[in-house]
């Protein structure tokens, strides 16, 4: 072999040899990348295994980890519950779960683009979980079952997932989303071929059925109720059918092949014994005591009917403007609601009593902090006698003007009020001064302070003259021993400062 040659085929091995690598890295990355974390941990999320809390919780519970589910959805109390089986073959609630979101109101779903969340029993299988979902996880719903179906309802595409967001589904948050599934995964690795998924409107008690009594859906409501009873009862999920366009729970048919169809007459069938009386009899319970709060919340409306009613009697009766109220008071009142007169026990009209011009229009209740109707004028002290006069015109003739209206010295005044007078029959309007603003904050007391004489660096320092006498005197009176009266000497007697006897204010002894 040449050289060239030799140098050819090592040059091809390296080539080999290199691209080799390179695809081995490629697969690695691959790999590493089905392994990444994902937003709430370690490792692909559809195969996270179950937290330690959830495992503690199901052991403390009497559960297996493989042990079958029942899914159970309220949407007026925002709950999803994960049961679970025990081991007495009975299902107990191992976790409850607040709905992040669902759309809609109360009641079924019953076409495409209404956005509503379905209500009713589904059933889950695994072709219906999705480790690939655009929300974390999700499982499809199932809807429309054999029960929409037979009703024309349409719909697709309706989940229970995780980010949060819904329009016609049920949404959870990832975390929360990531354990049902993980649930749901476990109970599927352990033989469970299917779960079912109970989609309430609210806990079916009779207080919430009696709260919704007046509902479209309640005939629908009823129904789902009893599938509900069957599981409160036996605390295993109901075996659901669906017959003549509804549901039938636990029902054995007394043929053997005789088959449930949901759009056509429900074949022969019995319900076990035990159960169904059991069944009947929380249903006549619960009846009696729906009945009873219905008649309650009734008489409670009626009450507050008759509250409203009656507050609205009390406003028409003394609010402003009203004509009722004045033609009570012996008032006539115009189209406008003005008053014309006031009307006397025969009937007449009262000459020159003073009358409103116009009652004030209603006020919104944004006004009503300024106060009207009877009982503001009431205590405000307004009073018709306060009014202005009728005009002249509607007085009857030879009809003196009140003097209170008129007030005294009527007439005798000139300037502004004459000119007023001249031009309007009822009164001038009186201007008031302004209201003096009063001082609110207390005044603060001087600090006491001593002598001007006594305070230090000031002018007249020096003591006053008076004080140089008195500190003499005592200087004088000490000298001369023995010549007391008082406790103090007589020099305080000279001064009316002793104690004892009358003493004589002798100030005229000489300083000098």
Request: one cysteine or more.
């Amino acid at each position: 072999m040449s050289g060239h040659a030799h140098f050819a085929i090592c040059r091809f091995r390296d080539r080999i040899r290199s691209v080799a690598r390179w695809g081995l890295i490629a697969a690695g990355l691959v790999a590493l990348a089905g392994c990444q974390a994902d937003e709430l941990g370690y490792g692909a999320k559809a195969e996270r295994p179950l937290s330690h809390a959830i495992k503690a919780e199901m052991q403390a519970k009497n559960m297996k980890a493989s042990g079958p589910i029942l899914v159970r959805l309220f949407k007026e109390e925002s709950k999803l519950e994960v049961w679970k089986q025990t081991k007495t073959g009975r299902y107990a609630l191992l976790k409850g779960y607040d709905i992040c979101k669902w759309s809609g109101k109360l009641g079924p779903k019953k076409k495409e683009g209404d956005r509503q969340a379905p209500e009713g029993f589904y059933t889950i299988r695994p072709a219906q979980m999705n480790p690939n979902s655009s929300y974390h996880l999700s499982f499809n719903t199932g809807f429309p079952n054999a029960y929409d179906r037979s009703l024309g309802r349409t719909g697709s595409n309706l989940m229970v997932h995780g980010a949060c967001s819904s329009r016609g589904c049920y949404a959870m948050t990832d975390e929360q989303i990531q354990e049902i599934y993980s649930l749901a995964r476990e109970a599927f690795r352990g033989g469970q071929r299917d779960f079912q998924l109970e989609a309430f409107p609210f806990r079916m008690t009779a207080e919430n059925m009696a709260k919704h009594a007046n509902d479209e859906n309640m005939p629908f409501w009823r129904v789902l109720k009893r599938g509900y009873d069957h599981f409160a009862i036996t605390h295993i999920p109901p075996k659901v059918d669906v017959c003549d366009r509804r549901y039938v729970f636990d029902a054995q048919p007394e043929e053997s092949d005789a088959r449930f169809d949901a759009t056509r007459a429900c074949p022969a069938y019995e319900v076990p014994e035990p159960l169904r009386v059991a069944v009947a009899a929380k249903e006549k319970a619960d009846d009696q005591k729906m009945a009873e709060i219905v008649a309650q919340l009734a008489a409670r409306r009626g009450r507050e009917e008759e509250w409203k009613d009656g507050d609205t009697s009390i406003a028409k009766l003394f609010g402003p403007g009203n004509e009722a109220g004045e033609e009570a008071r012996g008032e006539k009142v115009d189209t406008t609601g003005s008053v014309l007169s006031y009307a006397t026990p025969d009937g007449t009209p009262a000459p020159g009593a003073p009358v409103p011009a116009g009652n004030p229009q209603r006020v919104s209740s944004s006004k009503a902090d300024e106060g009207s109707g009877f009982f503001s004028n009431l205590f405000m002290g307004k009073d018709r006698a306060a009014s202005p006069v009728a005009p002249a015109s509607e007085r009857p003739e030879g009809a003196q003007m009140p003097k209170a209206a008129v007030g005294p010295g009527a007439g005798q005044r000139s300037g502004r009020a004459s000119e007023c007078r001249r031009h309007s029959d009822g009164p001038c309007p009186r201007k008031r001064r302004p209201a003096r603003r009063r001082r609110t904050v207390p005044r603060k007391a001087p600090a006491p302070r001593s002598p001007k004489w006594f305070r230090a660096g000031s002018a007249s320092a020096n003591p006053p003259i008076e004080v140089v006498r008195v500190v003499l005197i005592f200087f004088e009176d000490f000298l001369r021993s023995g010549r007391g009266v008082g406790p103090l000497g007589p020099g305080c007697e000279r001064l009316g400062i002793g104690f004892g006897g009358a003493h004589p204010r002798d100030f005229s002894h000489s300083v000098a």
